[in-house]
């Protein structure tokens, strides 16, 4: 079992800059997919920046050179830096993890996920 935890989420104005944290408990190894989802107002549940086997990043059209993903050498907290933001990057932020192949930003379904954080910016 593997349980995740986000926080750092708030609200801020255009422009502004927040740092995700994710907690991860569980039976994890490098292997394992990792990264960050989000879900607009209206909107599926997409994918935003994801790391695979530790070292290979992927991110989002949307947020590349806005977002940076990372995970602490214990591999026991997955970030999400997150600056230059804008209203629509408002969304309720997902950290998720697992084992996926071909591990990237299209991953929507790995089976561990935490509860959300709410990230609000204003213009």
């Known amino acids: 079992q593997v349980d995740l935890k986000e926080s750092g989420g708030g609200s801020v104005q255009t422009g502004g800059s927040l740092r995700l944290s994710c907690a991860i408990t569980?039976?994890?190894?490098?292997?394992?997919?990792m990264g960050w989802f989000r879900q607009g107002p209206g909107n599926q549940r997409e994918g935003v920046a994801v790391?695979?086997?530790?070292?290979?990043?992927t991110y989002a059209d949307s947020v590349q050179g806005r977002f940076t993903v990372s995970r602490d050498k214990a591999k026991t907290t997955l970030y999400l830096q997150m600056n230059m933001l804008k209203p629509e990057d408002t969304a309720v932020y997902y950290c998720?993890?697992?084992?996926?192949?071909?591990?990237?930003?299209?991953?929507?379904?790995?089976?561990?996920w935490g509860q959300g954080t709410q990230v609000t910016v204003s213009s």
């Open positions: 998720a993890a697992g084992r996926d192949n071909l591990c990237g930003v299209w991953s929507v379904d790995l089976p561990y």
């Open positions: 569980g039976d994890i190894d490098a292997s394992y997919c």
């Open positions: 790391i695979a086997h530790s070292t290979y990043t």
